[in-house]
């Protein structure tokens, strides 16, 4: 009886011994199973962290300036928004004389040339006497008198010439306006209409506006082309007749939702972009450009309205970006 008392003792303590080993041999298991969660946690501080460092995806490079810099930089910045574009249409044309300011002057009876009193290029006032001439019927002498004020553009006559009263030997010309004719082809027809606003210029300096007044019914048959006229003021007499010119027509306006100032515009490495002001931070914003005016540029992506960029001396942030680009090796 004492014998299995005493077994039945040492069976309870051998199981409780193997309980024993089998508790404290997982302990090391639970402490493996934590390191993995803590190193999960890490990665994504991590991850946060390059989250935060990455650039936008169209964001081709970015300065950083210190605050001395930007005030010397003398930065312009401006908001992304919507604005009125106008739509344009760039012609060709030529400057021809205002027909209907135009004057022949001729005889009103044929006879000898007895004195001229004008010469090409001088200007006259209506009514100025420009020859006299001796009637070859009365043996009278009058007067030939301009028409109109303007400058003789054509001189036919000379002292002791015949000069018959169906010949002009005097054009006087107002230059005051001119004709500029343009050459619209059939793809752009329906887009042009009288009364439209037209800005010429000529020699990239001179410039000057005027309306469609005329559209031609009939085409040329060898430019396969549909002329426009507009009328322009020329009181500096700088459009001169038969010189050729450049028009931009204004055909419509649009509403554009994003929008940025021409001068914010500069070219990267070959890509349009936006210096977009974040801070003392400033990233070129890679865009892509729709319809523009002289004072606005339709933005169709890599801005959005709200976004603030810099409109004036963007070109400082340009060169410095460039500062900033490693040199290649030789």
Known sequence: ??????????????????????????????????????????????????????????????????????????????TAGPAKIGMTLELTGKIALNEDAVANVSPRYTGVVKAVYKRLGDQVQKGEALATIE??????????NSEISGMVIKKEVTVGELARDEKPIFTVANLSTVWVDFSVFPQDFKRVKPGQLVEITYADHLSARGKISYI???????????????????????????????GRLFVEEIDAPVAVLASAIQTVDGKTVVFVADGAIFQARRVELGTRDNSYVQVLSGLRAGNRYVAANSFLLKAELGKNEPEESE
């Open 1 to 78: 009886m004492n014998k299995q008392i005493f077994l039945l003792i040492a069976f309870v303590g051998l199981l409780t011994l193997a309980r024993t080993g089998i508790s404290a041999s997982d302990q090391p298991q639970t402490k493996q199973e934590r390191s993995p969660r803590s190193k999960d946690r890490i990665e994504d501080l991590d991850s946060g962290r390059n989250i935060k460092a990455k650039a936008v995806p169209n964001e081709i490079g970015r300065v950083e300036l210190s605050e001395k810099k930007i005030q010397n930089a003398n930065l312009d910045v401006e």
């Open 135 to 144: 009637s070859s019927e009365s043996l009278r002498e009058y007067q030939v």
């Open 216 to 246: 031609a019914p009939v085409g040329s048959e060898n430019t396969q082309s549909m002329l426009a006229r507009a009328v322009v003021q020329n009181p500096d007499g700088l459009l001169l007749p038969g010189l050729f010119v450049t």
